[in-house]
């Protein structure tokens, strides 16, 4: 059954903006209007102010499309018989201006985002750009197009139930890999292995988890003393072999029909010495704090506040160089709420963030443990598994 609590939402901050119809083609945007996860970024959403969102994708992605969601119509691509790309897309938004009786409306548009999610076919994302910018000012020559970036933000930083759900199926299909690196980790194996071991386990046991379909996974690997403390920033894995009693960190990102988990998980190869546990603790019961002030009326700053003084307090505080967190939801890393020192906004319920303090302390290695948390009215409310003291 269509969602309208988001499509509620989206069209209050439309009226708002005096915005008449949104033309979307941005994966994480026809999934938010249409619960549809393109494979191939060629698809695209019409939502007016009033009045049911209009899907148009491929053929061959028809058993995909949501009909509760969105009226949709099929076009022809990638074969001999389908002619051009760019003529159909001519003809389907001529159509629907003149249906909609958009010719002289305000046309809100994608026209600044600059950190976009993939499409399913992640190995060739396609950007909407100056061509598709220039067939949109050929069809609506009397309109006025404006950038709906930011309408499109706000819209998104707060998740329902039915979004919460999507997010819980997500991370749980995420720690299907986790737990595999976890229970499969030995001295030898390569960053490299670890990284397709946990990928494998996703990719082969998340489809068909809670009705799931469409599952991909991206682990990032960084072991031993040097490796794990370049967790600091997103890096690839490498050929490192692990050795007995390295710190291994996962970073770990997971796309299910368009909705992402981010996830960062630890272990030791071996038993963790008690070094190893004092840091890991200290790293966790920051966490912890820090998520516990995931709650309606908080600031933006203060799971940030919280976690990072546990770190003082504990004597880690100078290796925790990075934010404690971001928003997770129709992409990776999302820019509402971001959670660091003094950055203004109130958390509202329904907001949903990363929580990842961590360490990097050279000669030692690093740590970070990261969930994703949802803001309730009194308190977080987890998507993901919380870890337990080692």
Not at 24 to 51: K, M
Not at 101 to 121: C, D, H, K
Request: net charge negative; with cysteine.
């Amino acid at each position: 059954m269509v969602n309208t609590f988001r499509l509620d939402r989206l069209r209050a901050e439309m009226r708002g903006a005096g915005i008449d119809a949104l033309v979307c083609r941005l994966p994480e945007n026809v999934v938010y209007i249409t619960d549809y996860w393109a494979h191939h970024s060629f698809s695209f959403v019409v939502l007016p102010v009033d009045g049911k969102p209009l899907l148009f994708l491929p053929e061959i992605e028809e058993d995909y499309a949501k009909p509760d969601w969105a009226d949709y119509t099929l076009f022809g691509w990638g074969l001999l018989k389908d002619g051009d790309l760019y003529e159909n897309y001519k003809r389907l938004l001529t159509q629907t201006r003149d249906q909609l009786g958009l010719a002289n409306a305000t046309i809100g548009v994608e026209q600044t985002f600059e950190v976009v999610g993939p499409s399913y076919r992640s190995a060739e994302p396609v950007v909407p750009n100056a061509p598709w910018a220039g067939l949109l000012a050929s069809v609506f020559p009397d309109a006025k197009i404006v950038d709906a970036a930011g309408i499109l933000q706000t819209a998104r930083m707060i998740k329902g139930e039915y979004e919460l759900d999507k997010l819980r199926t997500a991370n749980e299909i995420a720690e299907l890999g986790m737990n595999a690196f976890v229970n499969q980790l030995q001295p030898g194996m390569t960053e490299v292995e670890v990284g397709a071991l946990i990928e494998s386990t996703i990719r082969g046991k998340g489809p068909g988890h809670k009705g799931a379909r469409l599952v991909r996974a991206f682990a990032e690997v960084g072991a031993g003393v040097v490796g794990s403390t370049k967790g600091t920033l997103l890096v690839p894995s490498t050929t490192y072999q692990i050795l007995e009693g390295d710190i291994v960190m996962v970073e770990l990102a997971t796309v299910v029909d368009g909705y992402w988990s981010d996830l960062t998980w630890v272990a030791v190869a071996g038993e963790p010495n008690a070094r190893q546990r004092e840091v890991y603790n200290a790293v966790l019961t920051a966490q912890q704090l820090g998520a516990a002030q995931m709650k309606n009326g908080a600031s933006f700053a203060d799971p940030d506040t919280a976690a990072r003084q546990s770190l003082i307090d504990a004597g880690l505080g100078e290796y925790f160089v990075h934010i404690t967190g971001h928003g997770v939801g129709w992409r990776y890393h999302e820019f509402i709420p971001f959670l660091l020192p003094g950055m203004p906004g109130t958390l509202q319920t329904g907001m949903v963030s990363s929580v990842e303090p961590g360490v990097y302390i050279p000669g030692f290695g690093g740590i970070r443990i990261e969930d994703n948390v949802a803001v309730g009215e009194t308190g977080p409310v987890f998507l993901s598994t919380p870890r337990t003291p080692w």
